[in-house]
């Protein structure tokens, strides 16, 4: 894909109908993608799937309010056989009734307006969704979908990629579990986690840092009143400290992201995992940041969460996740025993396309750290660049490179904090622009717009992302395979 260019409103990233992103040109387009302006929904045929309802899915659900007579309904179309914890109580439907068909699994209740945004949120927080290519296979059986989108795969790709994961995180065989996306893999870790601590008293859950927004508003949502705490910076251990001091009996598990997101901020992990030890919490960690091929988490926390969205389908077109188990962990056997009957697993044709794109995951990610390395220490020389956040940068070396297998690693992923207005550069820089990161292809967006839009678009929400040390206007890179001095006259074009 040929990502060095102004790319049309709309169009799909890669050019794929399975494609995970889709291209924002300008703030402008952004802004009308966070208000659904019709001018910018209507042109979109794709979009992250668990923020933007997939053509093929959108086609799937009218089917079925049609074959099954629910109009006036509303309806959420899930996955068979996977789990709904917690559905009841947050979605709050009325007259709930379920209803299996087609291998898919239909709940519907009452319609109000409200409701359905909740179930929207629901599965957006658990990654509970349908995805494109078993939306494709229940339309072509239906004769509503002529041909099938031509891509290659590997038959029976489950054991490959479980084997490929297995080798990459340097684990045991039997500790790593797929999952339909990396939000479905924290979902199931956390409540697995829940179960196993709150027979033991324990039910607060600490969240280190700002993470992924709906890693955020699941330990928010899923955890009782007062059962949340936050620091909201991930390197700030003297915080937890005294949390530990004061409530450490009380404490069910820890999560962080290393490095996290946005911010590229990276914990001191050996530190952290050995006061987690100490009083007995769970560490969840994840690293799809950086990568697990880039470093090496699992001995210093529990239970590792990761995107198989990112740099294993490089391509762009597969939503996945995992969960790997520490071998060593006191809460192993436990959480192998849970985690089956918690997970949503992936989609076989999913599977099978990942399995494909998985063996390039070294020389993928190989590459991308050098074109990082480049490209960072261009952008920290330029005059309309305030700060660069990488994981190299002179806050987060240290102790990055505690966790780094090799040097010279830091993953595909940067932010920079702009001396210029955010709309002249965003709009004017000459490469694809969209959600997601990870691929083969670069990607730029203006990441708390997407994640945070309530936020920027307030001053109190504003002061409140400065309160964590966002700058709202924050530019998220996510680099790829382009060449590195092409890249380097993209940036230096945008930023005069």
Known sequence: MDALRHIPLGEPLPASVHAVSCSLPTMRDVCGYEEKDPRVMDALSAGYPRFFEHPYVRQVREDLIRRLGLSGRTVGVFPSGGPLQHFEEFVGLEDTKQVDYGGLRVLHGRE??????????????????VYSRQAEDYLLERALLETRFEEGVVAEGSNHVLARLTEIFQTRPGQVFLTNSGMNAFYAGFRAVSAIQQARGR???????????????ILEHFTGPGDRVVISRATDLAALDALFRSRGAEIAGVVTEVPTNPLIECVDLPALAERCRAIGAPLLIDPTLATPYNIDVIPHCDVVINSLTKYAASEGDVIAGAIVVNPESPFS??????????????????????????DSYEKVVEGINERVCELARFLESQKNVRQVHWALDADSRADYSKIAR?????????SIELAMPL????????????????????????????AHYDLVTTEAGR?????????????RISVGLEDPDELIRVYEEALR
């Open 112 to 129: 109000r307006p409200e409701v359905a945004a909740r179930l929207r949120n629901y599965q957006q927080h658990t990654g509970l969704f």
């Open 423 to 450: 709309a002249k550069f965003y709009d004017r820089i000459r490469i694809a622009k969209g959600p997601s990161f990870g691929h083969r292809f670069s990607l730029v967006c203006p990441f708390l717009y997407l």
């Open 203 to 217: 039910r607060i859950w600490v969240q280190l840092g700002w993470l992924y927004l709906d890693t955020m508003h």
């Open 333 to 358: 056997d436990a959480l192998c025993e849970q985690l089956p009957s918690l997970i949503q697993p992936p989609y076989e044709r999913d599977t099978n396309r990942l399995a494909l794109q998985i």
């Open 463 to 475: 002061a409140e992302l400065r309160s964590h040390g966002l700058d709202p206007d924050l530019v």
């Open 406 to 414: 090799r040097p010279e690693a830091p993953g595909g992923l940067f």
